[in-house]
């Protein structure tokens, strides 16, 4: 991870009012922002967070991408774009980081201190409902990945029980239902 030298943006109150995070506010509500922030620049493959990690810190994506993931080599279970933000969680409930969050391609980041993303969310109602949004849209995404899971581990105990040619019900459904029926049995007698 490579911080930029200066600590001010070269991005203008304009363009950041642009940003999905910052979307609908006033570029006169956000200018004081650019005196409270880093840049942070990524080069493609580098971690920026990881799970159980103690971060403080809330990163806006001003121009590349980031991968999250569950695993450090799993497959990404999301991506995020120009305006995207990331580590708000663990600003908003003082916990650890939940995941691996890796540069995607070279990236640079808005870098704001906890304080300041609270002093962002007291002053302006638009940013704090665009952080909602961005939540909200999250849970969407997260509620229809544990529902393809769900599926795929119900579609996957079925044909562990059930031989694909025959469809008859195999050994490991039979071992499953006598440990079913010796419990009953002991219950009931």
Same mark, same amino acid.
């Given at each position: 991870?490579?911080?930029?030298?200066?600590?001010?943006?070269?991005?203008?109150?304009?363009?950041?009012?642009?940003?999905?995070?910052?979307?609908?506010?006033?570029?006169?509500?956000?200018?004081?922002?650019?005196?409270?922030?880093?840049?942070?620049?990524?080069?493609?493959?580098?971690?920026?967070?990881?799970?159980?990690?103690?971060?403080?810190?809330?990163? *806006?994506? %001003?121009?590349?991408? #980031? &991968?999250? @993931?569950?695993?450090?080599?799993?497959?990404? $279970?999301?991506?995020?774009? /120009?305006?995207?933000?990331?580590?708000?969680?663990?600003?908003?409930?003082?916990?650890?980081?939940?995941?691996?969050?890796?540069?995607?391609?070279?990236?640079?980041?808005?870098?704001?201190?906890?304080?300041?993303?609270?002093?962002?969310?007291?002053?302006?109602?638009?940013?704090? *409902?665009? %952080?909602?949004?961005? #939540? &909200?849209? @999250?849970?969407?995404?997260?509620?229809?990945? $544990?529902?393809?899971?769900? /599926?795929?581990?119900?579609?996957?105990?079925?044909?562990?029980?059930?031989?694909?040619?025959?469809?008859?019900?195999?050994?490991?459904?039979?071992?499953?239902?006598?440990?079913?029926?010796?419990?009953?049995?002991?219950?009931?007698?």
């Amino acid at each position: 991870m490579m911080i930029a030298t200066r600590p001010q943006m070269d991005f203008s109150p304009e363009q950041l009012a642009r940003l999905r995070f910052f979307n609908g506010e006033s570029p006169d509500a956000i200018e004081w922002l650019l005196d409270n922030c880093t840049r942070l620049t990524l080069d493609e493959g580098e971690v920026l967070l990881e799970p159980g990690q103690d971060n403080e810190k809330l990163y *806006v994506v %001003l121009d590349g991408s #980031l &991968s999250v @993931r569950l695993s450090q080599n799993g497959d990404p $279970i999301s991506t995020l774009v /120009q305006g995207d933000c990331v580590g708000e969680m663990s600003v908003i409930d003082g916990t650890h980081t939940s995941a691996w969050v890796v540069a995607r391609s070279a990236v640079e980041l808005m870098v704001l201190d906890g304080d300041h993303v609270w002093a962002l969310i007291t002053r302006s109602h638009t940013v704090a *409902v665009n %952080l909602l949004c961005i #939540l &909200s849209d @999250r849970v969407r995404r997260d509620n229809r990945l $544990i529902e393809k899971s769900e /599926q795929l581990k119900s579609f996957y105990e079925y044909h562990a029980r059930v031989d694909a040619l025959t469809g008859l019900n195999n050994r490991r459904w039979l071992d499953e239902t006598m440990v079913r029926l010796t419990r009953r049995s002991d219950i009931c007698g």
